[in-house]
């Protein structure tokens, strides 16, 4: 009954622990029961690291708006009873002294964190497979990739462990998996949420990121989790309006449609998918107009400056003393150098090389500076457009649907597949994918981006969009 439970969505479960009808205790059980199904031997997902054990930490902490609410929690969030490790064999065993304030807030909203997820290690991957723990597999066909970084919290609530999971943003690590697994994955505006106990990966462009089943639990996790901390100074102290705004006419909503996120290489039945869902926003009372966003195809080569020279230097603190690993050395320096070469996979230490260069002297103008410059131009796009009275933008989340595990091996290839996502980090606006259709079987994620703290616009179009499309999102 629990397990039925949990797929009715996040609401569903508060109410029912708080009328009393079912325990906090029964739907843990029930959610770790399907985590246990989920790693059977020889079929595994792979999607939960570190199960919770039942038990005082696993007790809810208040009967609130989540009260009993099972969650999921990318291993790159600090949280106190179980591992924080990122993926990655640098971090083994380190246990955080505290834990990250989105975690807490969901916490403190009564909801019980069931497990810590796999993810690409320290965040930088779009398909698990650089985890250290091997790749989490997609449960709609375990041959293809659940998308990444953010993985295995998708395949958690995809897979029925969870109606919500979080995970995090530097480039698309959300919004591309809740594509690929066909479940929705929301990228609030920076700042909107405190990243305080996040891993750091790039701190000009990551974001906490929740996933739910429906947009109405993606929604009521963004919620939960917004708002000002005094432990992030870039959080923001605007006030956090209501998200739950549920499905309603989009009359005197202007929808854009960027021309550059229709490229002739887009996959074909994407571009169809596109096209039935742009439809029904206009059948629901949206204006539709074709915009223009110029600077898009910059967008890759300016994320792959400036997310690994932040990267080289937030991963600096990894060096065998503070935490996690330590591998002999003669002296400091060879046990520094012998701890990252053995603790970082290929594509961090790929990503510290290329950040480390972008950054040297003689190089910064020529890289870091010159990026900066054209992610300005970026976000200048975004702003002409909302501000020539376009509300919401609407795109397709990934080129292709999800591809199969190990399919690509050229790192460009993959870095490609967060071509339509990466604007929205680089100019600090949020953006959600939600599931508009499926092609061959797999699902087919719609992107809407908004203006900055405009969530609720956002929302709006996807509780319309999801209605409309209704079981038609799932064929
Ligand atoms: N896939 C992108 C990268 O590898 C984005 C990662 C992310 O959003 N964390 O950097």
Known sequence: MSADLIALGAAAVASAVRDKRTTAAAVLEASLLRIAETHAEGSSLNAVLHPAVAGPETEPLAMGALAGVPVAIKDNFATRSLPTGCASKILEGWVSPFEATAVRKLREAGAVVVGKTNMDEFAMGSSTENSAYGPSRNPLDPTRAPGGSSGGSAVAVASGVAPIALGSETGGSVRQ??????????????????????VAFASSLDCVAPFGRTVDDAAFATEVISGHDVNDATSSDRP????RVGPGSLEGMVVGVPR?????????EVKERCGKAIASLKAQGATITDVSLPHTDLAIPVYYIIAPAEASANLARFDGVRYGLREKGAGVREMYEATRARGFG??????????????SAGFYDAYYRKAQQVRALIAQDFAKVFASGVHVLFTPTTPTPAFKLGAISDPYEMYMSDIFTVTANLAGIPGMSLPIGRVDGMPVGGQLLANHFDEPTMFRAAYALEEALGAGAHR
């Open 346 to 359: 290929p594509e961090v230490t790929r990503r510290i090389l290329l950040g480390t260069y972008g950054l």
């Open 240 to 243: 956090v309006p209501a998200m």
């Open 177 to 198: 998996p809740a594509s690929f697994c066909g479940i929705v994955g929301v990228k609030p505006t920076y700042g909107r949420v405190s990243r305080f106990g996040l």
């Open 260 to 268: 550059e996120y229709f490229p002739a290489t887009l996959h074909p």
